[in-house]
């Protein structure tokens, strides 16, 4: 097979599973797991548009910042410091000439560099192994991770930069190999490129540097540096490492300074463990987290099958190792000892952020395989040819089905994605907001953002992220300089009344589109009622139900079981205790209103807790056997004294039942064995 169908054959493959993997998510917004980290990026991108492409100027749409201030103090700006934003300024530049800003801009710009990085170690493989199937099980191996092509088309500049890293290590070996030196520059150009955009790139770059250094003492480089007379000596400079040095300790203090003038929404400092015993607990969490996102079962199979044989040859053979493949075996270990120690450095981050591990550890795994693959012996003849193809079908084939799968399940929310329902919750705010006339330069204090720059970016307006509830908190943000406040509905209740209750003496609510809250500050309030601020005030409720254990209720209401030690009104109240997975439920098949149209679902309870781990007040809606709705809060994060009875308003907006085989019920799903006491716990329906 000449040398133009092995290319277009791995072209194709590439392609193919790029389109399969990512046909139904190329416009998505940025949502799921990390949607904090992929919605800074695309707001960098949108910020770069909006700012006339000011490259050394990078800007979000938030105006306070996370470091140093933790969100706590507004500023004049959006600007913040991140590594050099070049796969951020691209797609700005493409929506710039277009005039597109949908999410497909950046997704296609991060996936095809995908592309060519999965291009460039497929021809790495094959100048170690000059073997066509080794090659495409490699790229097939690294192509099917599952976290790899959870971000390949993304947001996060990891992508591109290992792309850039498979491309410079790549016209490394052709420059030992070949002993030119225009393979040595142009390795030299795409590591350090990935070193600025992806900070623990850096690794491969000191790592390369550092074999130069080691081939200098055994005279093996060829590396030609130039001359510079200083009017006293000669020095022999090497250029291009001296320029890329240059380049990224150049724009590392930029960076610098544009933190220490503006902040940054990006973590720039180090968080290593703290313990031995930190170690073990991370350690383990990081197995439990990402363990099969990593890899999958199939994926490790294979390669430890790959280490026993690839073993078994050398020892059995007792063959030299080439030179070359020696020479990727130092390097990849010198990698290997660097990520080690960016680990250690991070190790706090690994549980929560799985792509820290394409930063580091998916690298040298890749250029192992490479080493392990070249050691098996293939031997190429038309018999064995479809013998290989076949044996590269059954490995690979189940590695894209668990892919896939996985790509499904990192897609799936619920209730504690809180992303998700702040996107959904912000989806057409642009327009409710043009609506009202409000202009485009007006700011916005978005009270629990949740991830920082998701509100702004779908209500395209900057503005303030609070991103905590605390009293003390919002009452402070209120005092910051903006225009108007925004706030979610569903999270009203639990989320900011709850913990500040003094808030409706000081906004009024000016629309709402059932989703967000619009409102303004106002000192002319008094007596501002929850009901009035929530539009219920002097509406009569299409429906309610209450238990207070005192009188005779329906039969809708099940697991009632009370005591008379302590209560809130009457004589009796609800208890809960540890041994009850399902506290108070309140189910029904009969329940017309919610047929008829939307509702509001207003509810509320007293509780006494003795200890609460997890217990969650869930309202569930099924229709013909699928669950239609879910929603649930956590009283743990509900209640704040103990020995004291508390009340709990909670607002749910439910969608119209369509089905007339339905099922509804409100109920306390007891998943921590709590304990705890409860009394006039009731709904209604406006």
Same mark, same amino acid.
Not at 420 to 425: C, D, G, R
Not at 598 to 613: A, V
Not at 631 to 644: D, M, Q, V
């Given at each position: 097979?000449?040398?133009?169908?092995?290319?277009?054959?791995?072209?194709?493959? &590439?392609?193919?599973?790029?389109?399969?993997?990512?046909?139904?998510?190329?416009?998505?917004?940025?949502?799921?797991?990390?949607?904090?980290?992929?919605?800074?990026?695309?707001?960098?991108?949108?910020?770069?548009? $909006?700012?006339?492409?000011?490259?050394?100027?990078?800007?979000?749409?938030?105006?306070?910042?996370?470091?140093?201030?933790?969100?706590?103090?507004?500023?004049?700006?959006?600007? /913040?410091?991140?590594?050099?934003?070049?796969?951020?300024? &691209?797609?700005?530049? +493409?929506?710039? &000439?277009?005039?597109?800003?949908?999410?497909?801009?950046?997704?296609?710009?991060?996936?095809?560099?995908?592309?060519?990085?999965?291009?460039?170690?497929?021809?790495?493989?094959?100048l170690f192994s000059d073997n066509f199937y080794k090659s495409i099980f490699v790229m097939l191996f690294a192509a099917t991770s599952p976290v790899f092509v959870y971000y390949q088309g993304g947001f996060l500049p990891t992508i591109p930069s290992m792309a850039n890293v498979f491309i410079g290590i790549y016209f490394y070996f052709k420059y030992i190999h070949y002993k030119k030196n225009k393979y040595f520059n142009i390795c030299i150009l795409f590591l350090t490129l990935a070193s600025l955009s992806r900070t623990t790139f850096a690794i491969p770059l000191l790592a390369v540097f550092g074999f130069e250094i080691l081939r200098i003492f055994k005279n093996e480089t060829v590396v030609k540096p130039i001359i510079i007379y200083t009017g006293a000596r000669l020095y022999r400079v090497?250029?291009?490492?001296?320029?890329?040095?240059?380049?990224?300790?150049?724009?590392?203090?930029?960076?610098?300074?544009?933190?220490?003038?503006?902040?940054?929404?990006?973590?720039?400092?180090?968080?290593?463990?703290?313990?031995?015993?930190?170690?073990?607990?991370?350690?383990?969490?990081?197995?439990? $987290?990402?363990?099969?996102?990593?890899?999958?079962?199939?994926?490790?199979?294979?390669?430890?099958?790959?280490?026993?044989?690839? @073993?078994?040859?050398?020892?059995?053979?007792?063959?030299?190792?080439?030179?070359?493949?020696?020479?990727?075996?130092? @390097?990849?270990?010198?990698?290997?000892?660097?990520?080690?120690?960016?680990?250690?450095?991070?190790?706090?981050?690994?549980?929560?952020?799985?792509?820290?591990?394409?930063?580091?550890?998916?690298?040298?795994?890749?250029?192992?395989?490479?080493?392990?693959?070249?050691?098996?012996?293939?031997?190429?003849?038309?018999?064995?040819?479809?013998?290989?193809?076949?044996?590269?079908?059954? #490995?690979?084939?189940?590695?894209?089905?668990?892919?896939?799968?996985?790509?499904?399940?990192?897609?799936?929310?619920?209730?504690?994605?809180?992303?998700?329902?702040?996107?959904?919750?912000?989806?057409?705010?642009?327009?409710?907001?043009?609506?009202?006339?409000?202009?485009?330069?007006?700011?916005?204090?978005?009270?629990?953002?949740?991830?920082?720059?998701?509100?702004?970016?779908?209500?395209?307006?900057?503005?303030?992220?609070?991103?905590?509830?605390?009293?003390?908190? +919002?009452?402070?943000?209120?005092?910051?300089?903006?225009?108007?406040?925004?706030?979610?509905?569903?999270?009203?209740?639990?989320?900011?009344?709850?913990?500040?209750?003094?808030?409706?003496?000081?906004?009024?609510?000016?629309?709402?589109?059932?989703?967000?809250?619009?409102? #303004?500050?106002?000192?002319?309030?008094? $007596?501002?009622?929850?009901?009035?601020?929530?539009?219920?005030?002097?509406?009569?409720?299409?429906?309610?139900?209450?238990?207070?254990?005192?009188?005779?209720?329906?039969?809708?209401?099940?697991? %009632?079981?009370?005591?008379?030690?302590?209560?809130?009104?009457?004589?009796?109240?609800?208890?809960?205790?540890?041994?009850?997975?399902?506290?108070?439920?309140?189910?029904?098949?009969?329940?017309?209103?919610? %047929?008829?149209?939307?509702?509001?679902?207003?509810?509320?309870?007293?509780?006494?807790?003795?200890?609460?781990?997890?217990?969650?007040?869930?309202?569930? +809606?099924?229709?013909?056997?699928?669950? /239609?709705?879910?929603?649930?809060?956590?009283?743990?994060?509900?209640?704040?004294?103990?020995?004291?009875?508390?009340?709990?308003?909670?607002?749910?907006?439910?969608?119209?039942?369509?089905?007339?085989?339905?099922?509804?019920?409100?109920?306390?799903?007891?998943?921590?064995?709590?304990?705890?006491?409860?009394?006039?716990?009731?709904?209604?329906?406006?």
């Amino acid at each position: 097979m000449n040398q133009t169908k092995q290319h277009a054959i791995a072209v194709l493959i &590439i392609l193919s599973l790029g389109i399969l993997f990512h046909y139904k998510y190329i416009n998505e917004f940025p949502s799921y797991i990390h949607a904090w980290a992929q919605s800074d990026r695309y707001a960098l991108a949108l910020g770069f548009k $909006n700012n006339n492409l000011n490259f050394f100027k990078p800007e979000t749409f938030v105006l306070n910042h996370q470091f140093p201030d933790d969100w706590k103090v507004p500023s004049e700006s959006s600007i /913040t410091a991140v590594d050099f934003p070049v796969h951020e300024f &691209i797609p700005a530049v +493409i929506m710039k &000439i277009f005039g597109i800003t949908a999410p497909w801009i950046f997704r296609l710009y991060i996936l095809l560099y995908s592309f060519s990085g999965l291009f460039f170690l497929f021809k790495l493989a094959f100048l170690f192994s000059d073997n066509f199937y080794k090659s495409i099980f490699v790229m097939l191996f690294a192509a099917t991770s599952p976290v790899f092509v959870y971000y390949q088309g993304g947001f996060l500049p990891t992508i591109p930069s290992m792309a850039n890293v498979f491309i410079g290590i790549y016209f490394y070996f052709k420059y030992i190999h070949y002993k030119k030196n225009k393979y040595f520059n142009i390795c030299i150009l795409f590591l350090t490129l990935a070193s600025l955009s992806r900070t623990t790139f850096a690794i491969p770059l000191l790592a390369v540097f550092g074999f130069e250094i080691l081939r200098i003492f055994k005279n093996e480089t060829v590396v030609k540096p130039i001359i510079i007379y200083t009017g006293a000596r000669l020095y022999r400079v090497p250029i291009l490492p001296v320029l890329s040095i240059l380049s990224v300790l150049g724009y590392f203090l930029y960076n610098i300074s544009l933190r220490n003038r503006y902040g940054s929404i990006f973590l720039s400092s180090f968080l290593p463990p703290q313990s031995i015993q930190q170690v073990v607990e991370i350690f383990k969490l990081v197995i439990k $987290n990402w363990g099969f996102q990593y890899f999958s079962a199939v994926h490790y199979l294979v390669f430890f099958l790959l280490i026993f044989i690839s @073993l078994f040859f050398i020892f059995s053979k007792k063959e030299r190792i080439q030179s070359l493949l020696l020479q990727l075996l130092v @390097l990849t270990s010198i990698i290997l000892a660097g990520c080690f120690l960016f680990a250690f450095l991070m190790l706090r981050q690994f549980p929560a952020h799985d792509y820290y591990f394409l930063d580091t550890f998916y690298l040298p795994v890749i250029l192992l395989l490479i080493v392990m693959v070249t050691r098996i012996p293939l031997f190429e003849n038309k018999r064995n040819t479809i013998i290989y193809s076949f044996g590269i079908l059954l #490995v690979t084939i189940p590695m894209i089905v668990i892919t896939i799968h996985t790509q499904k399940n990192r897609r799936i929310s619920g209730s504690w994605d809180k992303a998700t329902a702040t996107i959904q919750n912000f989806t057409g705010s642009e327009q409710l907001l043009d609506s009202l006339q409000i202009s485009t330069d007006a700011r916005m204090l978005v009270i629990d953002a949740c991830a920082p720059n998701i509100p702004f970016i779908l209500m395209n307006r900057k503005g303030f992220a609070v991103m905590s509830t605390k009293k003390e908190t +919002i009452k402070d943000a209120l005092a910051w300089k903006y225009d108007y406040i925004i706030m979610q509905n569903e999270i009203f209740l639990s989320d900011i009344y709850s913990s500040y209750p003094e808030i409706l003496s000081k906004i009024v609510k000016i629309a709402d589109n059932e989703k967000i809250s619009v409102c #303004v500050l106002s000192d002319s309030l008094k $007596n501002q009622s929850l009901m009035g601020f929530l539009g219920l005030e002097g509406k009569s409720p299409v429906f309610r139900s209450i238990m207070n254990y005192d009188t005779v209720v329906s039969d809708y209401w099940q697991n %009632t079981q009370s005591t008379s030690e302590v209560y809130f009104n009457g004589t009796k109240s609800g208890q809960l205790i540890p041994e009850m997975l399902y506290g108070l439920t309140y189910k029904t098949k009969n329940l017309q209103e919610i %047929t008829t149209g939307k509702r509001y679902l207003l509810f509320s309870s007293y509780f006494l807790q003795d200890t609460i781990k997890n217990c969650e007040i869930v309202l569930t +809606i099924n229709e013909n056997g699928q669950n /239609t709705y879910y929603k649930s809060y956590n009283l743990r994060n509900l209640l704040k004294e103990k020995n004291s009875w508390e009340k709990v308003n909670l607002l749910f907006r439910i969608p119209r039942v369509k089905s007339r085989d339905y099922e509804f019920a409100l109920y306390l799903w007891n998943t921590g064995h709590s304990e705890l006491y409860l009394d006039d716990f009731g709904f209604e329906l406006f």
